[in-house]
């Protein structure tokens, strides 16, 4: 087995790099890619990147491929289209206004797979086939409808027809989404009530269940978008195989509060758990804002938190082959930084600008975990 985690310096550029390798064909990546100098512009800092990532695919084992791409930019507004004309990879890509929080311009995270086939679908959707499952990633969805409430429904919409025409659901195979809102402050209201109305009719219910997601703040090139949206769902995934998570000891249902997203989602293959955790922030399971204006102890609770929600998996940060951390405040990150390289030095982890759905939370983080295990009564992956 390869080593688990490594970084690796290029020119002008680093990668951090999460190996899962459970020795069956399907070995997976999770990649980190960051630019060395603030100091330079961002198309050299872009080229650096995109540098890297060849030069990291051509030394990984296995011939892996780019199943997913999350482009996290300083100014989408003068850098987005750079970048599509930059990256012709054939995987589905996000690019979001959330600025790499150590002075550069651009940050990259890529989920690799081996053995896999990819396409596009009809609809727009790129599937990633092995065994009896596809995989269809989405990013970058949005429209030009009125406002934030109008531009969800739509694209809850878009998506559901999406869903349907690949045989699939929003209710059975729909396992995680990610709403990137322009000014969330002001727009989240209309996110959520969009969300709520649209989950009630496709029968997800605080009486079945929601789907884990992370409501953050994001800007799109276009400054009339003020929706965007990330999805992933699983085509051919049996219901056993899907689990959701609460650690109520340390969080409450997000339906407690008027929103509707399951908290983490597990899902279990013959030889390896899928952890996927949603956005999680400092909470009780009162649903209060634990620790306000204090972003140390702030973090050390949404750790115990995720950590909480991973225990119930039956995993723990061992696991964890990714992290995203949104702050609200700039001034946080020299803080913020130092507490994940004392704790997480070897994890692929962006910290990134981007404000919590709720003013009081100052941090929060998403995570994927991964892990070995041996259930042949499970479906292979």
């Not at 995987?91 to 959330?98: L, M, N």
Request: glycine fraction near 4%; proline fraction near 3%; include cysteine.
């Amino acid at each position: 087995m390869e080593e688990r985690t490594k970084k690796i310096d290029y020119q002008n550029a680093r990668a951090e790099v999460f190996c899962f390798d459970a020795g069956t064909e399907v070995k997976e990546y999770h990649v980190m890619i960051h630019a060395n100098s603030a100091l330079t512009s961002f198309e050299a800092q872009l080229e650096a990147v995109l540098n890297a990532y060849t030069e990291l695919l051509e030394q990984l084992p296995g011939k892996p491929q780019a199943v997913f791409k999350r482009y996290f930019l300083s100014d989408a507004a003068n850098q987005a289209d750079h970048v599509i004309v930059s990256d012709m990879t054939d995987c589905a890509k996000s690019i979001i206004e959330q600025a790499p929080l150590d002075g550069t311009k651009v940050a990259l995270w890529a989920y690799l797979m081996t053995n896999v086939a990819t396409s596009l679908t009809a609809n727009g959707l790129y599937a990633v086939s092995h065994g009896q499952f596809r995989h269809l990633w989405n990013g970058s969805a949005h429209n030009m409808a009125a406002n934030s409430e109008y531009q969800t429904r739509l694209l809850f919409n878009e998506y559901n027809m999406q869903l349907l025409e690949e045989g699939c659901t929003l209710e059975a195979n729909c396992i995680r989404t990610w709403l990137f809102v322009n000014d969330i402050d002001l727009n989240y209201g209309g996110v959520v009530r969009a969300r709520n109305q649209f989950f009630f009719t496709q029968g997800l219910t605080v009486h079945t269940h929601f789907i884990a997601s992370t409501g953050i703040g994001g800007r799109q090139q276009d400054p009339n978008v003020l929706s965007q949206m990330d999805n992933y769902a699983i085509a051919g995934l049996q219901p056993e195989q899907r689990h959701y998570l609460y650690a109520s000891t340390h969080l409450n249902r997000t339906s407690d509060y008027g929103v509707s997203f399951e908290r983490g989602t597990y899902i279990d293959y013959a030889d390896r758990r899928h952890v996927f955790i949603s956005g999680t922030a400092s909470i009780n399971n009162k649903g209060e804002i634990m620790y306000p204006r204090d972003v140390v102890k702030q973090t050390h609770r949404m750790w115990e938190n995720v950590e909480a929600l991973l225990k119930e998996a039956e995993c723990s940060f061992d696991d964890v082959a990714e992290m995203v951390v949104y702050l609200r405040d700039i001034a946080d990150y020299q803080t913020v930084r130092q507490l994940y390289e004392e704790r997480f030095s070897d994890k692929p982890v962006v910290i990134v600008l981007a404000p919590v759905c709720r003013p009081g939370w100052l941090v929060e983080m998403e995570c994927m975990a991964v892990k070995a295990q041996q259930m042949p009564d499970m479906p292979a992956f």
